[in-house]
């Protein structure tokens, strides 16, 4: 499917498109859930999903893979290189041997995608090096802006709209927020491993919970009530912020709601699946059934095909028409 999409996207360089090829392994690999809402995008829209996935991806493995070796100070100099090349490709420049650098800057300059927003994401990646917990939620906010929000506000050009953007903005930026709140409830257990608390210190004190007790928890495989009052709290705070970015699907280009709400309720479907399990994720990671992933799939193909009828009988054509047989098969 590469080629044909990179096709639909007019990109005919063998380097550009080795590029963009690269950023779709990196999101087939590591973002399943957000893998498989991206193909229910029109086939010319996806490498631009790719390579802002890419980017986010590759950036944050320097700062959080597991499986390598390298010191804190080695982590700091490879993302401040990535940021040398993110600011040259930005401005003109080409990043010579990072692929993924190559096709963000070209996603970029084809969407005029706000460089501000590549910018803060770089800086809440900085902060990851030496930040281990936030105290409130404004704090954590603060740093979400850069590590989420930036995410979907950069989505937006690529989605297109139907209401002026200023005004799918702020959900566009909300659905970002929720979709990383999702993942620090679910990969809560994981970050302790790496000496992080995301949950905001405010959100944890209220129900008597604090590092020392959830290093217990992970260490030992046992529960306590507060801890769990404390995710339940969490999962309501994520849903809150799923509630102000709905509002946003219905001003999206048709064609392309269907994979931003299968998104939204794939990553939604995380917190059911966090809750059905009793909010275990200390001692194991909130996987959503298949079955259930299935589902939201189908629906999405069906509201592909409605996107492209809709487009057919519009007065006015639609930016690219879908096709379904080029919506993928979820896996």
């Known amino acids: 499917m590469t080629g044909r999409e990179l096709d639909a996207a007019g990109i005919t360089d063998p380097d550009l498109r080795a590029a963009y090829a690269r950023c779709r392994l990196l999101n087939a690999r590591h973002g399943r859930t957000y893998f498989l809402a991206t193909r229910l995008l029109p086939a010319g829209r996806r490498p631009a999903v790719?390579?802002?996935?890419?980017?986010?991806?590759?950036?944050?493995?320097?700062?959080?893979?597991?499986?390598?070796?390298?010191?804190?100070?080695?982590?700091?100099?490879?993302?401040?290189?990535?940021?040398?090349?993110?600011r040259r490709a930005l401005t003109g420049g080409r990043p010579a041997g990072e692929p993924v650098v190559v096709a963000l800057a070209d996603t970029a300059a084809r969407y005029a995608i706000e460089p501000a927003h590549f910018t803060d994401f770089m800086a809440s990646m900085r902060a990851d090096l030496t930040v281990t917990d936030y105290a409130t939620y404004a704090d954590l906010r603060t740093y979400m802006h850069g590590s989420a929000a930036v995410i979907g506000l950069q989505m937006l050009p690529v989605l297109g709209t139907v209401t002026a953007r200023a005004l799918a903005a702020p959900h566009a930026a909300a659905l970002g927020v929720a979709f990383q709140l999702t993942n620090f409830l679910r990969d809560v257990g994981e970050d302790l491993d790496r000496g992080r608390i995301y949950l905001p210190a405010d959100?944890?004190?209220a129900h008597n919970v604090h590092?020392?007790?959830?290093?217990?928890?992970?260490?030992?495989?046992?529960?306590?009530?507060?801890?769990?009052?404390?995710?339940?709290?969490a999962e309501d705070l994520t849903r809150g912020?799923?509630?102000?970015?709905?509002?946003?699907?219905?001003?999206?280009?048709?064609?392309?709601?269907?994979?931003?709400?299968?998104?939204?309720?794939?990553?939604?479907n995380?917190?059911?699946?966090?809750a059905d399990?009793?909010?275990?994720?200390?001692?194991?990671?909130?996987?959503?059934?298949?079955?259930?992933r299935a589902a939201v799939a189908a629906d999405g193909l069906?509201?592909?095909?409605?996107?492209?009828?809709?487009?057919?009988?519009?007065?006015?054509?639609m930016p690219r028409r879908v096709d379904a047989l080029d919506v993928e098969e979820p896996r």
Do not use: N, Q
């Open 241 to 268: 912020v799923y509630r102000e970015a709905e509002p946003g699907l219905a001003m999206l280009d048709p064609v392309a709601r269907p994979c931003i709400r299968a998104a939204f309720l794939l990553y939604r």
């Open 50 to 86: 790719h390579a802002l996935y890419g980017f986010a991806r590759w950036a944050d493995d320097i700062v959080d893979d597991t499986g390598s070796a390298a010191t804190p100070a080695e982590r700091a100099a490879a993302l401040a290189r990535l940021d040398r090349l993110l």
């Open 270 to 274: 995380i917190l059911d699946t966090v």
């Open 211 to 233: 590092r020392e007790l959830l290093l217990w928890s992970r260490r030992t495989g046992r529960s306590d009530a507060r801890i769990t009052a404390a995710l339940r709290a």
């Open 277 to 292: 399990g009793g909010y275990a994720v200390l001692h194991h990671r909130a996987v959503v059934p298949r079955r259930r």
């Open 302 to 317: 069906v509201r592909v095909v409605a996107a492209r009828l809709g487009a057919r009988r519009a007065p006015t054509p």
């Open 203 to 205: 959100l944890l004190a």
